[in-house]
């Protein structure tokens, strides 16, 4: 259909933790950037992440030093793609490929 989204299905994981005083920005910016996309968002507390996702991280050589970290998720691919900082909407577009 015109005007939709043709992104592939996508899940973004943004992990944040009690005390950081950058993951409300980066929670903000993420929210944002993707909203009209097909990219999903997942809110992960790094003093709590699920087994299997810390499995899959550690298979991928992802690690998480320091929030706010965002990994993306396309198929069975794992990509970190900021870690520490708060990227700019226009950063997290154009690192995902959406417009």
């Known amino acids: 259909m015109p005007g939709e989204d043709q992104t592939p299905h996508a899940v973004l994981y943004l ?3 009690d005390g950081c005083v950058n993951c409300p920005a980066a929670k903000a910016v993420v929210d944002e950037a993707l909203m009209g996309t097909r990219v999903s968002v997942k809110t992960v507390d790094l003093q709590n992440v699920d087994e299997d996702l810390d499995f899959r991280l550690l298979e ?17 691919s794992l990509e970190l793609l900021y870690s520490g900082e708060v990227p700019t909407i226009e950063q997290v577009r154009k690192s995902l490929g959406v417009n």
């Open 60 to 76: 991928s050589q992802i690690f998480i030093a320091s929030t706010p970290s965002i990994v993306i998720e396309n198929g069975d």
């Open 15 to 17: 992990f944040t933790q």
